[in-house]
């Protein structure tokens, strides 16, 4: 049969793409196989592949790895997929190979009577319920859909129904840059029951009374005990997996037996419990800084999350890779940046938050200090501006704290480096696609 003369369903193919060349060449049709692939080939994350693709040109697959932060065995699958559909070329260079992209640009078009079957088919999506948001550091790499460094972060299959935060400021930052529905409120057990029930739950609970910096009064405080309003909401509406973070003091407050407690609650509840201990630089984070990750996941459900793939154990990022571009910016070119803390260098010794930053090599923690004692710049004989302290959390440049420079790096301290945030909810999203 002529396949150009044959109708769509006669090819058994209802979905094609239409590819253009800025040049004279007729635009191409390529069609696929099935809805499966249609859903896999021309999904958000291979979309936003081949826009760097496009405006990259990597030489080599191993470039392409590190633009992308993927492993060049995964990478090496999806192009030979992308190949296949004859979406890309590609060129054999030695032992490496060179992806081309063949159009600059491409229209879907699909036949409209088979829709819905499109959809049904796609990735499926998982409700979620978010607490002590913050500004959602932890939320953004639940959502996706950012980009940092000029890396494309991709949407991921999370909806979020509501969030709930108590400081009035983080929520007004949340509103201003995140399109979640957030609520100002003071969290405690007995509203939870109020919350609508989702597949996930997030929320980094209280750090300050487990934190080696702060007062130390772990569970013995009012603050210490708020973890149980999530405890609560894992009674209450029992979701699927369940991601809490805090800071890695905890683990080693009363010779484990705090970590332990909070564990045990969790687990009452019906619930297998991991505790990932993960160093941010190992996930591309410019910034040494190390979180607790509670992942738990519903006992009648098969299987856990996997632990994410560190992919930059012996290739950290230094502060300078982060920021060396900001060096000359005064103004509010780029927001935030004009803010900084011009406190002088302690008097007598050398106290914390006194410290040059190092260039070379991850930057100190970002903390959430009302003092101003954050970290001199590695070169400028300056202490680090907001916008900086933004940068080496991985906020990106469009994120704007719209607050005091004290507010704004409060919030900053506390958040989750939304990079990281990425790699364990792609981790959870893996695994929950796996149950379908």
């Known amino acids: 049969m002529d396949m150009n003369s044959a109708t769509q369903e006669e090819r058994g193919c209802i979905v094609g793409i239409k590819g253009h060349r800025q040049d004279d060449t ?41 633009l992308t932060g993927r492993a060049v065995s995964n990478l090496s699958r999806t192009l030979k997929t992308l190949a296949k559909h004859g979406i890309i070329d ?13 159009y600059n640009s491409f229209q879907i078009f699909c036949n409209l009577r088979l829709i819905k079957e499109v959809q049904e088919q796609s990735s499926p999506t998982y409700s979620l319920v978010s607490m002590f948001t913050g500004v ?17 972060f991709a949407l991921q299959p999370f909806k979020t129904l509501a969030a709930y935060e108590k400081d009035e400021k983080c929520v007004e930052t949340v509103k201003k840059n995140l399109n979640i529905p957030i609520f100002q409120v003071e969290l405690s057990e007995n509203l939870v029951q109020h919350f609508p029930p989702a597949d996930v739950l997030i929320g980094g609970f209280p750090c300050q009374d487990f934190s080696s910096c702060g007062p130390k009064k772990g569970l013995t405080s009012e603050r210490g005990q708020l973890y149980k309003v999530l405890v609560r909401y894992m009674e209450l509406h029992q979701p699927k997996i369940v991601c809490a973070e805090n800071v890695p003091n905890l683990a080693r407050m009363q010779n484990g037996e705090v970590l332990n407690t909070i564990i045990q609650d ?29 992942v738990c996941t519903r006992n009648d459900l098969v299987g856990q999350p996997k632990l994410p793939e560190a992919k930059f154990t012996n290739n950290y990022r230094g502060t300078k890779w982060a920021i060396e571009d900001l060096e000359n910016i005064q103004d509010e070119s780029v927001p935030n940046q004009s803010q900084y803390f011009k406190a002088s260098k302690a008097k007598k010794g050398n106290g914390q938050g006194d410290e040059h930053c190092k260039a070379d090599a991850p930057s100190y923690t970002i903390r959430a200090n009302a003092k101003s004692r954050v970290q001199f710049h590695y070169e400028l004989d300056r202490r680090l501006t907001i916008r900086e302290c933004a940068r080496l959390q991985t906020f990106p440049d469009s994120f704007v704290f719209p607050h005091s420079a004290t507010s704004n790096v409060m919030q900053i301290g506390n958040a989750v480096p939304p990079v990281l945030s990425y790699a364990v909810a792609s981790s959870i999203r893996d695994y929950l696609n796996e149950q379908n």
């Open 26 to 66: 007729p635009p191409v049709d390529v069609w696929f196989d099935s809805i499966k692939s249609v859903a896999a080939v021309l999904s958000e994350e291979n979309r936003l592949l081949l826009n760097l693709i496009y405006s990259k040109k990597p030489d080599n697959i191993t470039e392409l790895s590190v």
């Open 266 to 294: 969790f687990e009452g509840q019906g619930y297998r419990v991991q505790v990932w201990n993960l160093f941010a630089p190992d996930y591309g984070i410019p910034q040494s800084r190390r979180r607790l990750f509670f």
């Open 136 to 152: 959602g550091g932890l939320d953004m790499g639940f959502e996706g859909g950012f980009e940092y460094k000029n890396e494309s």
């Open 90 to 102: 590609i060129e054999v260079c030695g032992k490496s190979i060179k992806p081309m992209l063949k």
